[in-house]
């Protein structure tokens, strides 16, 4: 996601979708997922987006067979957690010239969340989660359209290849005069439309939506140890399995930390006994 013309001459190159009616099921997810990761997330990495970002349970409801027919599949939103991401919403206000320009302004305290730096907030800076009604504040140095004039005002002064990327998502409410969004609510499918800007068609989203479910559920899960108490295994509700076990932790380190002090002590007196040989020997010599 960039101003720059040569990602917007790439994107004019894929405004017809590949033909995947030749390509085998895995073909089709991959690509699928090369294109779409490749314009949705292309500054984080894939174990980040599915640890921190992905939703395997998307919201749905009841439809009729017309509005079936007429609202695009709800797979088609498996990137709308990605646009409550504050770097994300920097972009898609029109404050930054590219994704990556959005999150430097958030690393340098430039974007305020509710009037609080990001930077000083416990969260994974642009990575930060927006809730709905949260407002973001952009201080107008270091947006690329504002040239400063006499006094605090700014001229707005457009870039080259902009008017492709100047649309505002409806979950977003947008004041210029102030550089201030407010993030409204969860992108949503509309009939005939997905909220989510996206430059392949509704397929493709389901493509990768079975692509990276497969790969969430496949991930390794470390089961715990056994409980055992008195000798016997037994099962507990979480919180009290967490105290129990932090009651034999306990325990147990205790128990490791007096048998280290006896083996020193033991240690000592051998030493000790092994010098008074040593010196009676020296004595009777």
């Known amino acids: 996601m960039s101003w720059d013309p040569r990602n917007l001459e790439n994107l004019v190159s894929r405004t017809k979708a590949p033909d995947l009616s030749k390509l085998s099921v895995f073909q089709q997810k991959w690509l699928a997922k090369r294109e779409l990761r490749g314009y949705h997330v292309p500054n984080i990495s894939e174990k980040q987006f599915i640890n921190r970002h992905f939703v395997a349970n998307l919201p749905n409801r009841q439809l009729s067979q017309e509005e079936k027919l007429a609202v695009p599949p709800i797979q088609a939103l498996m990137f709308g957690e990605l646009e409550r991401r504050v770097d994300v919403v920097v972009f898609r206000s029109h404050f930054a010239d590219s994704i990556w320009k959005a999150r430097k302004l958030v690393v340098q305290g430039d974007v305020l969340v509710n009037g609080v730096k990001v930077a000083q907030l416990q969260s994974r800076y642009p990575a930060r ?3 709905d009604g949260d407002m ?74 079975e692509w990276y479910v497969r790969r969430k559920r496949a991930k390794k899960i470390h089961l ?62």
């Open 129 to 131: 989660r927006l809730e």
């Open 136 to 209: 973001i504040t952009v201080k107008p140095r270091g947006i690329p359209t504002l040239r400063p004039t006499s006094g605090a005002e700014h001229k707005f002064v457009p870039k080259p290849y902009m008017s492709p990327w100047m649309f505002t998502p409806a979950y977003l409410e947008v004041d210029y005069k102030t550089c201030s969004t407010v993030f409204l609510r969860t992108p949503v499918a509309q009939p005939n439309e997905v909220e989510v800007p996206s430059p392949l068609p509704p397929t493709f989203h389901q493509l990768v939506f």
């Open 224 to 285: 715990k140890k056994p409980l055992v108490v008195a000798g016997q295994t037994v099962r507990l509700k979480p919180k009290f399995d967490s105290i129990m076990r932090m009651d034999q932790e306990t325990r147990e380190k205790a128990r490791r930390e007096r048998a280290a002090q006896m083996r020193t002590q033991k240690s000592e007196e051998l030493r000790e006994a092994a010098r008074a040989e040593q010196a009676q020997a020296q004595a009777q010599a």
